[in-house]
């Protein structure tokens, strides 16, 4: 285990973390760049082949960047991960040829639909989607159908408020109104500020 994204998941408001069953990926070896990409596609393929009938949550890769505290760095970053993995799907998925505004729209690999979360150091102390490795940014694959495991999906209303409630009163709050609008690749890198405008992390 990733001791950095351990410290996330032991530490995050979010109710279902602590007890949730995670894979990760092969270590980032710096010397290889992108021909990490590869190995780590190779290594979530594996995963996906029994994610489902071993009621996984999800999948942690951890990417080394010296840029890993630059917000727009970051968001860079996302975009060609997703390029990359996409380009090693066994399934050969089209998801990001599609129109990803759509509210159906879901990054995809290996036949599973991904909810795509970042974690990093460039957001500021307090927020949701921090980590304190100053070099690393983490990507946190989760299958759809784990929310169904948890009971949180779009129509379980008290779940949604009572995680939210959690995070706004651990001084983490983040925007509910940006969630409603289910546009799911907005929710993939939260913006710094709640406040702020989707990041647009695609273009």
Not at 11 to 29: E, F, M, V
Not at 147 to 155: A, E, L, S, T
Request: proline letters at 8%; charged letters at 20%; a negative charge.
């Amino acid at each position: 285990m990733d001791d950095a994204f351990a410290v996330v998941k032991r530490t995050t408001p979010c109710p279902y973390a602590l007890g949730a069953r995670i894979s990760y990926g092969p270590q980032w070896d710096p010397a290889l760049g992108l021909a990490n990409s590869e190995l780590i596609a190779q290594s979530l393929a594996e995963w996906a082949k029994t994610a489902r009938t071993s009621a996984s949550h999800g999948f942690v890769i951890g990417i080394y960047s010296p840029e890993a505290a630059d917000f727009g760095s970051v968001t860079a970053l996302l975009k060609t991960a997703l390029q990359h993995l996409s380009h090693f799907d066994p399934n050969q998925s089209d998801c990001l040829q599609r129109d990803i505004e759509q509210t159906d729209w879901q990054f995809e690999f290996a036949g599973l639909r991904l909810f795509v979360n970042v974690f990093a150091p460039c957001y500021p102390p307090g927020h949701g989607k921090r980590v304190e490795d100053p070099e690393r940014v983490f990507l946190f694959f989760q299958p759809e159908y784990s929310f169904d495991i948890c009971g949180v999906n779009r129509d379980n209303l008290a779940a949604k408020r009572m995680i939210r409630r959690r995070f706004a009163e651990a001084g983490s709050p983040y925007s509910g109104e940006l969630i409603d609008q289910r546009v799911e690749a907005y929710l993939y890198m939260l913006p710094l500020d709640p406040g702020d405008p989707p990041v647009r992390w695609w273009e």
